[in-house]
């Protein structure tokens, strides 16, 4: 195309006047060529994907998992209190002792315990002195009576006299183990074997029957304390396997569900469930636990975790189409599994085509070699 454009300027007396033309003329050197075709683009060769390996896309069944957490407790606890009212005047464990059955854990003051038992005694003795008297005299009012030198009147007071002596030492001696009883209740042992928790109590303060002055708790037994969503009041049984993990020590342990309390509380919407551990965990109780429990199957799309391609904030794996063309496609991840799986929730389809090994080599827009591994 040609284009020609004249301006004329004319000066006269030194006034200007401006005399502008424009013409415009447009040339087409292609009048000849007019009506014909523009020549065709040839296509962009796609870059070769190589060194990779390609899965295909497949349903997975696997467990449904419920979540929840809890405490590791203890099977047997037991709050040790004093029976009587006295001032504590010696103890011998502290939070963290272990001990063993029977094990003296503190004393209380005896002296007037002691008394009683002084005075016991002597009750016994002076009804055991009687009740020999009595024995003897009515043998030998028996003899009497043998020889009819006594009356049956006068045989049965003898005899009358010998049952009470017999009631009164067995009374008294009743009195007396009582006694000795109390007494013992001031040295206060250890009721099972197991590790003291909690003491509630010092030295010279006042024991009070009834309250709890020491608590221990046994290792034999161990369970874990958990809550379940009232959703899951059928589907849950006793003898179901649970997964328990102890994060404080870095364990897996494998439990199972020991008992249930069906009543759900209201404001959580929650019921009680006991897992019971082997007896050779070795936990300690209060620990915290997180539980895994399996409530039943379900079919999801599992795919390799090194599939999955982070650019930036955008997730997505490498799609190998029917014509071989690598395409990066977005998709919405989910869980991730021990085997070095993940679940994919949406944008990929069954029996799709995506690149498991060497995403590093792909290239979105290349296009696969034939004879890649599958």
């Known amino acids: 195309m040609k284009q020609k454009v004249f301006v004329l300027f004319v000066k006269k007396e030194g006034l200007f006047y401006t005399l502008i033309a424009l013409y415009g003329f447009t040339v087409f050197a292609l009048w000849g060529c007019q009506g014909a075709s523009p020549p065709a683009t040839a296509e962009r060769p796609r870059p070769p994907v190589t060194d990779i390996k390609i899965s295909t896309v497949a349903l997975s069944t696997v467990d449904v998992i419920y979540e929840t957490t809890g405490t590791v407790k203890s099977e047997q606890v037991s709050n040790v209190a004093s029976r009587i009212m006295g001032v504590v005047t010696a103890i011998y464990v502290q939070e963290g002792d272990r001990v063993r059955a029977g094990q003296l854990l503190m004393t209380i003051d005896d002296q007037e315990l002691k008394q009683k038992v002084k005075g016991a005694s002597m009750a016994m ?54 006694a000795v009883a109390y007494e013992g209740h001031a040295r206060i042992k250890s009721p099972m074997a197991g590790t003291i928790t909690s003491k509630k109590i010092d030295r010279g303060s006042m024991a009070i029957p009834g309250l709890a002055l020491l608590t221990i708790e046994g290792e034999a037994a161990l369970y874990v304390e958990a809550f379940a969503d009232e959703t899951l009041t059928r589907r849950l049984s006793k003898g179901m396997t649970a997964d328990v993990a102890i994060e404080a020590e870095n364990r897996q342990i494998r439990g199972f569900i020991r008992n249930i309390v069906p009543a759900v509380d209201p404001h959580s919407r929650s019921f009680l469930i006991k897992i019971g551990l082997p007896p050779t965990s070795g936990l300690k109780s ?28 955008l997730t997505g794996v490498y799609v190998v189409g029917q014509n071989g063309v690598v395409t990066y496609r977005l998709v919405k991840t989910g869980k991730g599994y021990d085997d070095g799986k993940i679940e994919i929730l949406s944008g990929l389809a069954k029996n799709e085509q995506i690149i498991s090994e060497g995403t590093q080599k792909a290239i979105d827009g290349g296009i696969v070699q034939k004879g890649q591994p599958k």
Do not use: F
């Not at 043998?139 to 049952?163: F, G, H, I, N, P």
């Open 125 to 178: 003795e002076t009804a055991k002195s009687n009740k020999t008297m009595a024995e003897i005299t009515w043998r030998r009012y028996q003899q009497l009576y043998a020889e009819k030198a006594l009356s049956q009147q006068e045989m049965d007071q003898v005899e009358t006299q010998k049952k009470m002596a017999d009631s009164e030492y067995e009374r008294a001696k009743a009195a007396y183990e009582e």
């Open 286 to 313: 209060g620990l915290y636990a997180h539980v895994r429990i399996p409530v039943g199957k379900k079919e999801i799309l599992l795919v390799p975790q090194g599939s999955v391609v982070s650019k930036g904030q």
